[in-house]
C-alpha cells in the first residue's frame, strides 16, 4: 500500500504510527514536486489534494479518519479502535479533538515558523504564530493534562488510536521553537515523550529532526 504525503503532517504520521503499531507495511511517497505541483497519482487519490491519501491496488482513499478505519478493518488486530461503545466514542473524540482543535492550533505556528520559511522560501507570519501558542495553545495544553489518565493512555488503559491522534500533533512543537512545558503539565510531557518514544513513531520523528537539520543548515 502507498501512502502518499510528508510525515511532518500531524494527520500523515498519525496514518504512519497506526500502520506501523499494527505491523502494516505502508510505502510513503512525496505527493508531487515543487510546492503545488502535485502527481496524478496523488490528484487521483485525494480529490481535494490534501494529504494523506492511500493507494491500496486499484482503491484509492484520502483523509487520516478515513484510512485509519480502512486498515482496522483491514486488520483488526491489536485492535486500535475498541469495539466497546463508551470507549470507541472517547477514541472518536480525541481523534477529532486532535485533528480540528489541535492540528489548526499548531498548524498556525508551523507553517509560518518552518513551511514558509523553509520550504517556500518566504518568511512566515510571526504574530499568527506567536498570538496561536500564547493564546490557543496553553487551553489546549490544560485540557489534556486534565484528562491523562494515571495508565499514561487516554482510553481503556492502553494504547488506541485516541493517542496517536493526540502525540501527533504534538511531535511538532520542537520544530517551532516550542514545546510542552513540564512543570506546567508535568503529566502531559511524560505522557507524550513516552507515546513518541514508542517504534511506531520513534524513526520518522529522527528522519524528520535530520531533514530540517539540514534544511537549515
Not at 524528520?208 to 537549515?216: D, F, P, R, V
Request: with cysteine; glycine share 8%; net charge negative.
Amino acid at each position: 500500500m502507498i501512502l502518499y504525503g510528508s510525515s511532518l503532517s500531524p494527520l500523515v504520521r498519525k496514518v504512519l504510527a497506526f500502520a506501523g503499531e499494527k505491523g502494516m507495511a505502508l510505502e510513503l511517497q512525496p505527493t508531487g514536486g515543487a510546492p503545488g505541483q502535485h502527481s496524478p497519482e496523488f490528484i487521483a487519490a485525494s480529490p481535494l489534494r490534501k494529504m494523506p491519501a492511500l493507494r491500496d491496488g486499484d482503491f484509492t482513499l484520502a483523509d487520516s479518519s478515513a484510512i485509519v478505519h480502512y486498515l482496522e478493518a483491514l486488520q483488526p488486530e491489536p485492535n486500535l479502535i475498541p469495539v466497546e461503545p463508551r470507549a470507541r466514542g472517547s477514541v472518536i473524540w480525541f481523534e477529532e479533538y486532535g485533528d480540528t482543535v489541535l492540528m489548526p492550533c499548531g498548524g498556525k505556528m508551523f507553517f509560518n515558523r518552518v513551511v514558509a520559511p523553509t520550504f517556500l522560501g518566504r518568511p512566515g507570519d510571526p504574530v499568527i504564530a506567536d498570538t496561536a501558542e500564547r493564546d490557543e495553545l496553553p487551553p489546549i495544553l490544560a485540557y489534556l493534562e486534565s484528562v491523562i489518565p494515571d495508565s499514561g493512555f487516554l482510553v481503556e488503559d492502553r494504547l488506541t488510536l485516541a493517542d496517536l491522534a493526540i502525540a501527533s500533533p504534538l511531535a511538532n512543537l520542537p520544530y517551532m521553537a516550542s514545546g510542552i512545558d513540564a512543570g506546567r503539565y508535568p503529566r502531559l510531557a511524560a505522557y507524550v515523550a513516552a507515546i513518541l518514544s514508542r517504534p511506531s513513531f520513534a524513526p520518522w520523528i529522527e528522519r524528520e529532526t535530520a531533514l530540517l537539520a539540514k534544511l537549515a543548515a
